[in-house]
């Protein structure tokens, strides 16, 4: 069996307590470097179908099929001159025991009692999902670069932050490695606040890994973080 652990974290907890500047870690020891080889400030999201919001499309009813726009999904309903009427599926329901009967399949509204009038057929649709984000001031900096982020979700909000995230991470050239701080505790997933002038780098970073290693016949532990730009 396989127990789920879910844990929530108050705000500012995930930030470290600490700072790295310059005297805080050894001498050399930053070794932080920007990798632009996933740089991307122009960034296509695409995913599953979404279900989009009740569209209302005009209708003239005669005796003919009346093309949909869409193929509609579920609730469908139909209103002319104001009075809503009655809705079967064509080749489940038989002629002439609805007003109209539907074929969503072929996107086509079929007359049956109803034969005359206008009005609206009220519907959703699915559509995929396709978005474009931008970052300008990283297209400023470095250019356009272009990239297509598929992800697995029929959830337009869901596929709109995932798009965020990476393009908060990858519109900057990422940065990694590792530092040695003199002292502190620290834990993986924390963000730290590092401010290093001489690699021009002012800003959180993630701690991705810590290890510590005790020094033999020495009373000191040797601190060891791995760092990268973090996620949003």
Avoid at 11 to 19: A, D, P, V
Avoid at 54 to 72: E, K, R
Avoid at 82 to 105: M, P, R, V, Y
Wanted: charged fraction near 20%; hydrophobic fraction near 35%.
């Amino acid at each position: 069996m396989t127990v789920l652990s879910i844990h929530f974290f108050p705000i500012g907890s995930r930030i470290s307590k600490y700072t790295l500047r310059p005297g805080q870690y050894k001498k050399g020891s930053a070794k932080l470097t920007p990798d632009s080889r996933q740089l991307v400030n122009r960034l296509w999201v695409k995913g599953g179908k979404a279900l989009s919001d009740v569209y209302s499309q005009a209708i003239t009813v005669g005796t003919d099929p009346i093309p949909l726009h869409y193929p509609p999904r579920a609730p469908v309903t139909v209103a002319i001159g104001g009075e809503s009427k009655t809705l079967g599926i064509q080749n489940i329901h038989e002629a002439g025991s609805h007003d109209f009967l539907l074929n969503a399949a072929e996107k086509l509204l079929i007359p049956d009692q109803c034969t005359t009038g206008t009005g609206t057929i009220s519907y959703k649709y699915e559509y995929p999902i396709k978005i474009l984000l931008e970052e300008p001031n990283s297209q400023l900096q470095y250019g356009v670069f272009e990239d297509i982020l598929t992800v697995d979700t029929d959830d337009k909000d869901l596929a709109l932050e995932l798009g965020y995230r990476h393009l908060f991470k990858y519109s900057q050239p990422v940065i990694s490695g590792g530092i040695e701080p003199f002292e502190g505790v620290y834990k993986p997933g924390e963000y730290i606040l590092t401010q290093i002038p001489a690699l021009n780098i002012d800003q959180y970073l993630e701690i991705k890994d810590v290890t510590y290693d005790s020094i033999p016949g020495q009373a000191r532990v040797d601190i060891k973080l791995q760092l990268e730009s973090p996620d949003r």
